[in-house]
Nanobody
Framework: QVQLLESGGGLVQAGGSLRLSCVASGRTFSTSSMGWFRQAPGKEREFVAGINWRGSSTYYADSVKGRFAISRDNTKNTVYLQMNTLKPEDTAVYYC??????????????????WGQGTQVTVSS
């Protein structure tokens, strides 16, 4: 079993930055791919970024490519999402998720096994 706890959300002006963290408990973190997803009001949950278990491969949604960066520290059981040049359309609840299957980064939410409770990110214009 893996428990995930996100932090770092908040209110920021457009153009600003935030860094989200997700701390995992459990033994499978270091062998799990990790992903960040987001869900805005009235919209479906969407993939934002993912990283493989070693941190050697990352993948981003086109909407955040060049602005967001995902990283992980397996010694701290933590995955990060650095968000720069934030836009109002980035406003959403952000979730981290763990995928136990060792096939690299996947973008479909149904393939992820464990989810955090989410952290709100609000970007004002």
């Amino acid at each position: 079993q893996v428990q995930l706890l996100e932090s770092g959300g908040g209110l920021v002006q457009a153009g600003g930055s935030l860094r989200l963290s997700c701390v995992a408990s459990g033994r499978t973190f270091s062998t799990s791919s990790m992903g960040w997803f987001r869900q805005a009001p009235g919209k479906e949950r969407e993939f934002v970024a993912g990283i493989n278990w070693r941190g050697s491969s990352t993948y981003y949604a086109d909407s955040v490519k060049g602005r967001f960066a995902i990283s992980r520290d397996n010694t701290k059981n933590t995955v990060y999402l650095q968000m720069n040049t934030l836009k109002p359309e980035d406003t959403a609840v952000y979730y981290c998720a763990a995928d136990r299957t060792p096939v690299g980064v996947r973008t479909i939410s149904e393939t992820y096994d464990y989810w955090g409770q989410g952290t709100q990110v609000t970007v004002s214009s």
